[in-house]
C-alpha cells in the first residue's frame, strides 16, 4: 500500500511538472520565435527559458517528499524543513524570474535588422507580475519569520496561480483561432457557410467575435473556480467544481447558471440557422415552382422570419427557466410605457403585420403617397422603402399607408396613362390639329392600341382653343418617357404642317397714367390714355 501511494504520487508529480515545463516551452518558443504567443524578444526568451524547469522541478520535490513523508511518519522537524526549504526555493526561482522583467527588452525584427521598442505591458500583465513580486516577499518573510506553514502554503498557491492564468491565455488564444478559423469569413468553413447559406461575411465575422467573447467568459468563469481550488487539482475536480457553482446564482425564482446559458445561445444560433435556411430553400428552390408573385413570395419569406424568430427566443427563454407565464407578465408591465413612449413603434409594427397579410401594397407596385412616388423595394415590419425615379430611396412608417390615401397604380394591373392638355390659337384648323395629334400618338410604339388614343376638343376659353389628348401605356413607369416623346413628336409635325400652339391666357390690368398738370387726371378716352 505504501508502495502503491507512492507511485501514485510519483505519477501526479511527473505529469504536473511536465505540464508546468510544457507551458513554459510553448509559451515562450525559444527556439521559433514565429510560434511565440506573448510579445517577448528572443533574447528575453532565451534568459526566461530555464525557470519553467525550476518551477517543475521545485514542485515536483516538494510534492514527491511531502508524500513520501507521510508514508514513512517523518518528524514534525523534517516536515516543516521541507516546508520552509521548498517555500524558499519557490520563491527564490520567481523573483529571479521577475528580474528579467522589470524592463521589457527590445524586440528584434527579421534579418538581423535594428531592433524597435517592445509594446508597451498589457495592465494586466503589471498586475500580475506585481502580484507575484508581493507574494514571494510575502513567503520569504513568513519563512524566516516561523510561519512556515503558511509560506508554503503561499508559494504552492503562487506555483498553481502561475499555471492557472498561463493555461488560460494559452485557451484564450486557441479560442480565438478556433473562431477565427470555423466562423470568420477568412477560413475555408465560413467561405462554405457564405456561399452555402448565403450569410454576409461581416455577420460571420461578427459571430465569430461574438462566440469568442462568449467562450473568454466561460474560460475566466472556470479560471476563477481553478483558482479557488487547491495545488494539485485535476481538471475533473475543476469542472465538478464549476458545476456545482452554477446553482449557485439566483435572483428571486430564477437560477442563472452557465450550462442554461450556452443552452439558450446553441438554441438561437441553431434556430436562427435553420430559419435561415428554410428561407433560401423557399426562394430558391420551391417559390419558382409557384405561380406565387414576387410580391407574394417576399411577403411569406419575411412572416416566416419574424414567426420563426419569435419561436426560436421563446425556446431560449424557456431554456433559461423563463416560462410564458413570466413573459406574459413581464408583457403585461411593459403595456403602460408601451402605451405612452413606444405607441408609434407598436402602430408601425402592427402596420407593417396588416400590410404583409393583406398586401395592399406590396414589393414592385408603383405607388404615390402625397408628394412621394415610387416603386415599392421592401415592406418591412417598421417601414417600406420606396425607390424613386432618381435612384433615391424613402422610409415611409407602414402607419402612412394604414391611416392616409395611397394611390396604387400598378395594383390591379392599370395600365399607365399619357395625358396632354395643347392650347392653340382660335383660328387654328382643329381637324388637321387632331388628325396630327392622333397619328404622333399611334406612331409610337409604346401606346397601346387597346384602349386607342383619343383626341378631344376639351374647351373654348379666351380665343384659345384646348386640345385633350389621352394615350395608354402598358406601364405606368413609362407613362413619363412616353409623354415626352410624344411631345417632340407633336411638335415637329405641328411646325411642318405650319400650325402653333399658343401660350396660356393671361390678364393684365394697366394703372392709369398721370399727364398734365398735378390733380389732373388723364380720362380714359383721351388719346393719351393708354390703349
Known amino acids: 500500500a505504501s508502495l502503491d501511494a507512492l507511485a501514485k504520487a510519483s505519477v501526479q508529480v511527473t505529469l504536473f511538472g511536465a505540464f508546468v515545463v510544457s507551458l513554459g516551452q510553448t509559451l515562450l518558443s525559444r527556439k521559433r520565435s514565429s510560434w511565440r504567443l506573448p510579445g517577448v524578444s528572443d533574447e528575453l526568451a532565451e534568459r526566461l527559458s530555464p525557470y519553467p524547469w525550476w518551477i517543475a522541478a521545485g514542485a515536483a520535490i516538494n510534492g514527491l517528499v511531502t508524500e513520501v513523508n507521510a508514508i514513512i511518519g517523518a518528524s514534525l522537524a523534517a516536515e516543516v524543513t521541507v516546508h520552509a526549504l521548498s517555500a524558499l526555493l519557490i520563491s527564490a526561482v520567481v523573483m529571479l524570474a521577475l528580474r528579467h522583467l522589470r524592463a521589457p527588452a527590445p524586440v528584434a525584427q527579421e534579418y538581423g535588422a535594428q ?73 475555408s468553413f465560413g467561405t462554405r457557410l457564405n456561399q452555402g447559406l448565403g450569410i454576409e461575411g461581416r455577420l460571420l465575422d461578427q459571430a465569430s467575435v461574438l462566440v469568442s467573447g462568449l467562450l473568454r467568459v466561460a474560460l475566466l468563469f472556470y479560471m476563477v473556480i481553478a483558482l479557488l481550488a487547491p495545488l494539485g487539482t485535476g481538471p475533473d475536480e475543476v469542472f465538478r467544481r464549476g458545476s456545482t457553482v452554477n446553482h449557485s446564482l439566483k435572483v428571486g425564482d430564477f437560477t442563472m447558471a452557465p450550462q442554461a446559458l450556452f443552452t ?60 410564458v407565464e413570466r413573459i406574459a407578465w413581464v408583457a403585461s408591465a411593459l403595456s403602460v410605457g408601451i402605451g405612452f413612449g413606444l405607441q408609434a413603434i407598436v402602430q408601425n409594427f402592427i402596420s407593417g403585420l396588416i400590410l404583409l397579410a393583406e398586401r395592399p401594397v406590396k414589393v414592385g407596385d408603383w ?19 420606396i425607390q424613386l425615379g432618381d435612384r433615391s430611396t424613402v422610409i415611409v412608417p407602414n402607419s402612412e399607408f394604414i391611416t392616409k390615401t395611397v394611390r396604387n397604380m400598378t395594383l390591379a394591373g392599370a395600365p399607365g396613362r399619357v ?66 416623346d410624344v411631345l417632340f413628336s407633336i411638335l415637329a409635325s405641328l411646325k411642318g404642317a405650319g400650325l402653333y400652339l399658343s401660350p396660356p391666357a393671361t390678364t393684365s390690368v394697366a394703372a392709369p397714367v398721370v399727364t398734365g398738370t398735378p390733380g389732373s387726371p388723364t380720362m380714359p378716352g383721351d388719346p393719351a390714355s393708354p390703349a
Not at 405607388?367 to 422603402?385: F, H, I, P, Q, Y
Not at 396632354?420 to 382660335?426: D, I
Request: hydrophobic share 50%.
Open 115 to 187: 531592433a524597435e521598442p517592445a509594446p508597451p505591458r498589457p495592465l494586466w500583465v503589471g498586475l500580475l507580475v506585481a502580484c507575484a513580486a508581493v507574494a514571494s516577499i510575502a513567503t520569504i518573510a513568513l519563512a524566516v519569520t516561523g510561519y512556515v506553514a503558511l509560506a508554503g502554503t503561499l508559494a504552492r498557491q503562487m506555483v498553481w496561480t502561475g499555471v492557472v492564468f498561463a493555461t488560460t491565455y494559452l485557451l484564450f488564444q486557441l479560442g480565438d483561432d478556433l473562431c477565427e478559423a470555423l466562423l470568420s469569413s477568412k477560413g
Open 264 to 323: 439558450a445561445f446553441a438554441v438561437i444560433v441553431t434556430g436562427l440557422i435553420v430559419i435561415r435556411v428554410i428561407k433560401r430553400w423557399l426562394t430558391d428552390r420551391y417559390f419558382p415552382n409557384t405561380s406565387l408573385e414576387p410580391g407574394m413570395r417576399s411577403s411569406i419569406t419575411t412572416l416566416l422570419g419574424y414567426v420563426g424568430g419569435i419561436f426560436v427566443v421563446a425556446v431560449a427563454l424557456a431554456g433559461l427557466g423563463i416560462s
Open 367 to 385: 405607388v404615390v403617397l402625397g408628394d412621394t412616388e415610387g416603386d415599392v423595394r421592401r415592406v418591412n415590419v417598421r417601414a417600406t422603402e
Open 419 to 484: 395625358l396632354l392638355r395643347l392650347p392653340a390659337p382660335l383660328d387654328t384648323d382643329a381637324e388637321r390639329m387632331r388628325t396630327l395629334i392622333l397619328e404622333a400618338f399611334r406612331a409610337h410604339e409604346g401606346i397601346l392600341d387597346t384602349p386607342e388614343p383619343l383626341v378631344q376638343l376639351e374647351g373654348i376659353a379666351n380665343g384659345t382653343l384646348t386640345f385633350l389628348a389621352i394615350g395608354y401605356v402598358g406601364n405606368p413607369r413609362n407613362a413619363g418617357g412616353v409623354r415626352s
